[in-house]
């Protein structure tokens, strides 16, 4: 069992920064791949960014690419996401979850992850 809690979510203009955090806690997390995920009102929750369990794979939904960046901290039990040029676009909940699978190519497949953590929600203003 892994225990997620993100934070640093929040309200920023268009073309400003976040940096939203998950902390995990309970098992190892070194050996959980992770994720983030968003869900804005009205829409399906989408993929953002994901990471192996040792850091070396990313990848990134085209939406954010070259703007986020995924990474992880396994000392700490900590996954970051790092958000520049923030657009209106991104407000959303984002979500951070993690799966004991392999990292494979699924994922960007919710499914694929078991633990969820509640959500941190962003706001950017035109």
């Known amino acids: 069992q892994v225990q997620l809690v993100e934070s640093g979510g929040g309200l920023v203009q268009a073309g400003g920064s976040l940096r939203l955090s998950c902390a995990a806690s309970?098992?190892?997390?070194?050996?959980?791949?992770a994720g983030w995920f968003r869900q804005a009102p009205g829409k399906e929750r989408e993929f953002v960014a994901a990471?192996?369990?040792?850091?070396?794979?990313?990848n990134y939904a085209d939406s954010v690419k070259g703007r986020f960046t995924i990474s992880r901290d396994n000392a700490k039990n900590t996954v970051y996401l790092q958000m520049n040029s923030l657009k209106p676009e991104d407000t959303a909940v984002y979500y951070c979850a993690a799966t004991p699978k392999a990292y494979g190519s699924s994922y960007n497949n919710g499914a694929k992850y078991d633990y969820w953590g509640q959500g941190t929600q962003v706001t950017v203003s035109s």
């Open positions: 990471i192996s369990w040792g850091g070396v794979n990313t």
């Open positions: 309970g098992r190892t997390f070194s050996d959980y791949g």
